[in-house]
């Protein structure tokens, strides 16, 4: 493999400007809040009426569109056939009252990026390595279903099929069950051998906004440690029942909320975490609570900082328990290891952005992506643009449209220096 | 108004015995859970049917069945034309996950007197100064709708009808569309003048079994201090958002809760305090949560104490906001005063209660109930029989057959010693 340079005739023009803003707005639309902001849960009808317009947009532009067994919708443009492929995306589903340039960005991006790339190769007769895919995975929010990024993980093999589609939500709804009520379970693929994975997203934090930086290049990100814990109680009357027999599962919770606090407070802002969802049983005013589960995070840049938590935090909930007269169990546990970014693709970014002028810094990401998942299975580029604020997951996340249009500029270059490079 | 002596002949016979164990044997069946509790809440499918299958059971028994427009269900005997009535009763509704004895045993055994006694009249040809009345009142429990003791506080005149249909559920259904839709929003009912209530209850409690006796005579109540708080953060991004930016609205409910133990904590079994329901929002495990509601109950039987507790509490919810750069408002509150109830119906209890051989002890309710709403409107008694390990709120709940039979003992005989009085 070498390098090659970009012909100076590949780039994006007013008309795919608009054509990406048309296309954005679509999905901005779908599942839009009073407030701005998208409600477009996985498999909800919101997310099948999204999928829908983007199905129908792909093949009017001439993709290929496939959907595969957990929903993942491809759109190809075949123009080396048997070569391997460029991929390109993210995903179309929100949080609740999230916002709408998470995931949605990076499709409607890639989307609008490889119809202009493709059309222009078509003008110019340039020759091209390899073939063109766009992506949008399945849950990648683990909002309605637990755990997050569960498309791009069947996809690379890191969870099965049988896995992913037993997921539940909260009233006990299977993923399986979800996507065929909207039309998008789909049937197995062929392979989809891929030179790289390539994905816009918004920064979803403060550094490119405080540095005043056009691009992130993601190099690697932090660990994370998801633990879903139950305490088990005793339901009583909250009048009568002497405060001394009370088995309350709600307060054991509590206690651990506070606690997961105060464990980042500790540490500094090298310790990032969260109890985000709380669930209890049977939630009523005059009744203590039987059944309390929380949905615990630990992210660091510094396994060994979770590592120890994973001991000293088990022995903090069972002192809670203890201290409550509850029980407790821990549910389900993630360990996501801080995983580095192909470097050869990420300095190919950062030296790309300069040629192309923008200002663009190295970054590590917090949060998990797709590209995340990606990275275990082939070379794999995770680009960001500014977050205004560093708002995310919220519906007043905002990004300016010279900022996203920059993200497009720079992944037409990617693509175009990897498309037209010389193979080894 | 004057005592009277008891007839030898008035009192529960084993087949009176054996239809009372019948009809709470029908109560418990219909929204049994597997674990022998009861899942009953108000104008739920379960609901409905209860209520069906209690008025059908009244009609057989002769009663006059009228439904009044918040859905309480009359059962009438008239006796004396133009007198007013003795009312007995409690509610059919439960707990999500509740117990078969809580209400449900107060209006089984007030139908199952009722009948023996007016038979018993019948045959003997009596004389009765007032007309007979047993009620299931609508919503005691304040499970999916708050507040509480909704149907007793609308007969009494302490809520308008206006107020108690607009209550709504979690989903936002008004008791007013829940009871149309169960077919129990009734009419009107001309005025029912009240000699007196009488309810029997389950304790609740572990006084009666700590202190062996087989029937507490409830002489006054706590008093109660209930608040809905809401806490206003912001959602983000659990993983990137820095840890000093967040508001968190959860963190904020969190110490809350463990500041509302920690009253209790502070001053003994004088002070019960709860947070039994807690709402977020979004409730998803990576997104800080932007609203979380709280619902507080503070009960004393030290009224000054609850009011020190409303202003100081006050504060601390003020300082929880500001250390957790979120907002905090007071949603709702509700003061119920400490309530005496009336002492002669009490003496008159605890007297009949050793004339008929059953060990009694005056008592102290901490929960609320409905003879504490119809206190304010007529002489009312509440007659409390034990429950195993004063557990209860419990699919566990458990009262012996022996002591439920001894409290219809104790009713009939406080009933017909009212019914046959000289009245002044």
Redesign the interface.
């Known amino acids: 493999m070498s390098t090659s340079s970009i012909p100076a005739t590949l780039r994006m023009t007013p008309r795919d400007y608009q054509a990406f803003d048309a296309l954005f707005e679509l999905s901005s639309r779908i599942g839009a809040t009073a407030a701005g902001g998208l409600h477009r849960l996985t498999a909800s009808a919101e997310d099948q009426q999204v999928r829908d317009a983007f199905c129908t947009w792909l093949t009017r532009q001439g993709f290929d569109v496939k959907i595969d067994e957990i929903g993942n919708i491809f759109g190809l443009i075949t123009l080396r056939p048997g070569a391997p492929w460029l991929l390109c995306g993210s995903h179309l589903d929100s949080?609740?009252?999230?916002g709408r340039f998470d995931g949605a960005y990076g499709v409607t991006a890639a989307a609008a990026t490889l119809v202009s790339l493709a059309r222009q190769l078509r003008e110019q007769n340039e020759p091209a390595q390899y073939n063109l895919a766009v992506v949008n995975w399945t849950n990648e929010?683990?909002?309605r279903f637990?755990p997050?990024l569960i498309g791009s993980s069947f996809f690379t093999g890191a969870v099965t099929l049988d896995e992913a589609l037993a997921c539940t939500d909260a009233d006990g709804f299977t993923l399986d069950a979800a996507l065929q009520a909207i039309g998008y379970r789909g049937t197995a693929l062929p392979p989809l051998p891929l030179r790289a994975y390539l994905e816009l997203h918004v920064?979803?934090?403060?550094h490119l906004e405080q540095q005043r930086k056009q691009i992130g290049v993601v190099t690697e990100t932090?660990a994370?440690l998801?633990w879903q814990v139950t305490f088990r109680g005793?339901?009583?009357?909250?009048?009568?029942?002497?405060?001394?027999?009370r088995r309350?599962a709600?307060?054991a919770?509590?206690?651990?909320?506070?606690a997961v606090?105060a464990e980042?407070?500790r540490h500094g802002?090298v310790l990032?975490?969260?109890?985000?969802?709380?669930a209890?049983?049977?939630?009523?005013?005059?009744?203590?609570?039987?059944e309390a589960t929380v949905?615990i995070?630990f992210?660091s840049a510094d396994e060994a900082l979770l590592h120890q938590l994973r001991a000293s935090f088990s022995q903090q909930m069972q002192s809670i328990a203890l201290a409550t007269a509850t029980d407790v169990s821990l549910d389900r546990a993630q360990f996501r290891p801080r995983q580095q970014l192909d470097s050869l693709l990420a300095q190919r970014a950062l030296h790309l952005a300069e040629r192309i002028g923008l200002s663009a810094i190295p970054l590590r990401?917090?949060?998990?992506h797709d590209a995340i998942s990606l990275s275990y299975h082939c070379p794999s580029a995770l680009l960001f643009v500014p977050s205004v604020g560093?708002?995310?997951?919220?519906?007043r996340e905002f990004t300016a449209t010279e900022d996203l249009h920059r993200g497009l500029d720079l992944l037409m270059a990617l693509l175009s220096d990897l498309l037209l490079e010389e193979t080894a």
Request: charged share 20%.
């Open positions: 949080q609740p009252l999230g929010e683990g909002a637990q997050s920064e979803q934090g403060p932090w994370a998801k005793e339901q009583n009357h909250t009048g009568p029942a002497l405060m001394s027999r309350d709600l307060l919770a509590a206690q651990t909320i506070v606090r980042a407070d802002e990032h975490t969260s109890v985000g969802r709380l209890t049983t049977p939630n009523s005013p005059n009744v203590v609570t039987s949905w995070e992210r990401s917090v949060a998990g560093g708002l995310s997951h919220n519906e």
